[in-house]
């Protein structure tokens, strides 16, 4: 079903998500390959951002498991769970900077309560992170103080400041101009690349989508569950699913069968 | 919903009205159950739409199939030819007949069809039936039970943290702490010392107008320093902070909520109640029994501008009198009133903030709300003191 092989770094079993007892999305399963980058897909508000807030330890579930390897996340105690959270980093939908603190001290954080490096080597690792992410010589600013793209690349570094075998992306290009947004892509496939990092991307960008997704599961908000998963580009090849195909072709497609040639490319 | 009374409103004017109309509306009487409607002239929304009359007359004669909605010469044209003609095909759907919109202009023809298909999207959200009032009171108590555990397991979070205070272990940073010293200690003076200077006058003043009667005016001095040290200064003092400090935490800390800055360290394994609600607390719990103090003498110095300028004393005297009416349990009691009251008011505030919803209306809600607990805490709080210190005779 999936594009890329591997050991799966987390896998979601029959988990339900919701708010007060209602559920958003119901009954998911799937798991995530080492070495890929997995997308979240779905119309706006179908539970994307729920859903990722179950897996990094953020919403408690209704029903169903979170497994990192062989560990399921919520029956963890919270040591457990807190001891699991460092294998991972979060990218939130608007960058959740710190505000308070200047970039580099955002990225610096973590790695000052868990790490044993001296505040220099820090601050060396911090500056190093952001080089990475194209923010060399930001690093004294305030996250009010620079650019929504910048704010998310900063996040991004933070979220790699542990150097995490696993990286979840909220919406990392969204309200981004495509040439910013084609970098943030370009940054994740790099650090895949480079780092061996496994993704998590939520995102309801289709050129994003098709860009740096490799497997995926795509979330339906009317019905509140998963209508398809597997490659979004293998989807958009071979899906019957009418809402999945509306979706990838950006609502060209009405009828049935294959989608309209001119979008497959 | 709307279009048969603003058919209604719209359409009455006078004679003069009547003719401008026909200059920019003419409808056909009905050939072969079809009926013309020329639409002419300016249709823009600076003048009042035309009667829907004639249309309806024509429908009302019966018989009619087909609407032919025409451009007989249409001059400049904006959205208010759009609502009129979606009045008539409504109207026209009432009495099962069909418009022809085709020989419109094409703007006119592809505004139609977009708002057309826009309609007929679902809405993706319907408004819940408001429940019936059994099923209301059990949410509510459910509401309440949940805010109850919800308080307790916050209670439980900042317990640990002062915990790991207690042992070293505290993650917080230093700066965060004295940033929140600063802004609740000197950034307040202003306000404290002028409300505190203001009830300490208008004690001495009231006391004064009261004792004078009974020739006892140098008791003035007592009751304004017994009610100052013991009580007053901490809780107005208390009050401001609410007001002052634990609103400002609330948008604080509800801001950082709305930026998901709270769930990035929950992430990381920090615990807000350690990183953020440890050090403001600390903060408001080390500053108040300061500005309590503070607060003291300012307000015996109001008391002291009555007894002199009012009463006639001299400073010395009124200063005697006062060291002789207080001790030390007074002064005692006061300040651990305003250490509790600190505490209080940061913890309100630090709640509110924390269980803030995702929105800026949100963040307003959670600020009024730290107020309003803040207040009412060190109301509260005020009691159990002054009851504890009477069973325990202080
Ligand atoms: N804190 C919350 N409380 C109640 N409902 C929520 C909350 N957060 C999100 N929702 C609801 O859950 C649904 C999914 O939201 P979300 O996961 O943010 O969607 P998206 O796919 O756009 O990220 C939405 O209908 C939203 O209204
Ligand atoms: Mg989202």
Known sequence: ???????????????????????VQRDLSFSVPRGSVFVVMGGSG??????????????P???????????????????????LSRAFGVLFQGGALWSSLTLAENVALPMREYTALSPGEVQDLAAYKLALVGLAGAEDRYPAEVSGG???????????????????????????????????DDLVLGLREALDITFVVVTHELASILAIGNDGIFLDGGTGTAIASGSPKELLESSRDPRVLRFLTRGEWRGEGSPPKEERS | MHRTDRKRTVGAPGASGEALDAERLRCGPPENGEVRVELRGPWTLDRPLPSLGPVEAALARGGVERLRVTDGGLGEWDSSVLV??????????????????????????????????????????????????????????????RGAVDGLEFGGEVAAAVWRFVRGRARYRRSDLLLAIQQCGAGALPIVSLLNFLVGLI????????????????????????????????????????????ASFAAQLGTMQVNEEIDALRTFGIPPAEFLVLPRMMALGLMMPLLALYAVVVGLLGGAVVGISLLHFTLAEYAHQT????????????????????????????????????????????????????????????????????????
């Open chain 1, 1 to 23: 079903m999936s594009a890329a092989t591997g050991v799966p770094v987390v896998t979601v079993e029959g988990l339900t998500l919701g708010y007060g007892g209602a559920p």
């Open chain 1, 46 to 59: 179908c539970g994307k951002s729920t859903l990722l807030r179950g897996m990094v330890g953020l919403l």
């Open chain 1, 61 to 83: 579930p209704l029903a169903g498991r979170v497994l990192y390897g062989e560990t399921s996340f919520w029956d963890a105690g919270p040591d457990g769970r807190e001891a």
């Open chain 1, 150 to 184: 910048m704010r998310k690349r900063a996040g991004l570094a933070r979220a790699i400041a542990l150097d995490p075998r696993l990286v979840y992306l909220d919406e990392p290009s969204a309200g981004l101009d495509p040439v910013t947004a084609r970098h943030i």
């Open chain 2, 84 to 145: 009129y003609i979606e009045d008539i095909e409504a109207m026209a759907a009432e009495r099962g007949a069909l418009v022809d919109t085709g020989a419109l202009p094409r703007g006119i023809r592809t505004l139609l069809e977009l708002a057309r298909s826009a309609r007929g999207r679902p809405i993706e959200r319907v408004e819940q039936p408001r429940p019936p009032l059994l099923v209301r009171v059990g949410d509510r108590a459910v509401w309440a039970w």
């Open chain 2, 203 to 246: 004690l001495g003043f009231v006391a004064a107008t009261q004792l004078r009667e009974w020739g006892a005016e140098i008791f003035v001095a007592n009751l304004v320093g017994i009610g100052m040290v013991r009580a007053l200064a901490a809780v107005v003092t208390g009050v401001t902070m609410a007001g002052r400090t634990g």
């Open chain 2, 323 to 394: 060291y002789r009416a207080l001790d030390l349990t007074d002064l005692g009691v006061g300040i651990f009133s305003a250490a509790v009251f600190g505490v209080l008011v940061a913890l309100a505030g630090c709640y509110k903030g924390l269980r803030c919803g995702r929105s800026a209306a949100a963040v307003g809600e959670a600020t009024t709300s730290a107020v309003v607990i803040g207040i009412v805490s060190i109301v509260v709080a005020m009691a159990f003191i002054t009851w504890g210190c009477n069973i325990l005779g202080i």
